[in-house]
């Protein structure tokens, strides 16, 4: 509980504003949870703080602290990324009220991001750990889900938060043909991604094997695609943590859903080289967030560069 009701009431009215905006709850959480630990961080500095109390010299010694103790669990410094999207919050929280005339002025304008490394090949999972990280799935207990689940991420490069939001009604599914209606995505654009016959197959065994479990337990079918045995919906942690698990097994220890969604584009750009349906696929609002599938890996270079005609001792 805040102890500064103001800061809390223009916290709250803005992500309010975000829920009327058409935001998805994902993103509404993300915004809450970065700007919570803002207003918890200056209460301790500046008790009786207003809005008009966060200025430019306020927000930069935040992002020392960010930098130095920002870890709420170990008290060590947060990595680049981290901070700049928790920024990227605070110039949003700050750049409403500066609209609701809350402020003068919007003082995070002059609040600079962290440098990145720039990384511009995406970890793609090879053939060999693809087969291992499918088979592995496919064994022990809710092996029909875990494997569905897995073919799902693989073949539609779908975000882990959209596969929690996932129902039933969203999945169409016919003999030679289907597709996934993605509602509530990143920005809660609408889109359609289809779906081939590998996750077909692997979501029809999954949804008759789940029904016929249901019906012998005489549970009521949860209208949630992804649940456990009870047929209650996988939040996205649980989700998170059945690949993790099954990533270690494979020997892919530092994978994750994501990692699924990047071979995905990979793959798909290797494949066709079509940006544009590729970024339509993903979801990004941005191509140059697509773009950086097209950057080749340094293998890929290095083979480019050995096959070059001007390579005299080129086999």
Not at 292 to 306: H, N
Request: charged share 25%; proline share 2%; hydrophobic share 35%.
């Amino acid at each position: 509980m805040f102890k500064n009701k103001l800061l809390a009431k223009n916290l709250n009215d803005f992500l309010e504003w975000l829920k009327n905006n058409d935001h998805s709850p994902n993103t509404i959480k993300s915004y809450e949870l970065d700007l919570n630990q803002f207003v918890t961080w200056i209460e301790n500095i500046i008790p009786k703080a207003c809005m008009a109390d966060i200025g430019t010299l306020t927000l930069q010694q935040y992002r020392n602290h960010l930098e130095r103790h920002g870890n709420q669990k170990t008290n060590k410094g947060l990595s680049a990324s981290t901070i700049n999207r928790m920024i990227q919050s605070l110039r949003k929280f700050l750049n409403w009220a500066y609209k609701k005339n809350l402020i003068e002025r919007d003082p995070s304008q002059d609040l600079k991001l962290k440098t990145l490394q720039k990384n511009f090949s995406p970890k793609a999972l090879d053939k060999a750990e693809i087969h291992k990280m499918l088979t592995l799935a496919g064994r022990g207990n809710s092996s029909q889900r875990n494997y569905a689940l897995f073919q799902l991420l693989l073949q539609t490069g779908l975000r882990i938060g959209e596969v929690e939001n996932l129902k039933l009604e969203d999945i169409y599914l016919y003999d030679r043909s289907g597709e996934i209606r993605v509602k509530d995505g990143k920005g809660r654009k609408e889109r359609a991604v289809p779906l081939n016959s590998s996750v077909r197959k692997a979501l029809k065994d999954y949804l008759q094997e789940r029904k016929n479990k249901a019906c012998e337990k005489k549970l009521i079918e949860s209208n949630y695609v992804f649940v456990n045995s009870k047929e209650t919906p996988l939040k996205k942690r649980a989700l998170q943590k059945i690949i993790s698990q099954i990533m270690k097994k494979a020997g892919i220890p530092a994978a994750s859903a994501h990692t699924l969604r990047h071979t995905f584009a990979t793959a798909h750009y290797n494949d066709h080289k079509k940006l544009v349906e590729l970024s339509n696929l993903l979801g990004h609002s941005n191509l140059n967030t697509t773009a950086r599938y097209t950057q080749a890996s340094k293998e890929q270079l290095a083979e480019q560069l050995e096959s070059s005609s001007l390579n005299e001792f080129g086999e």
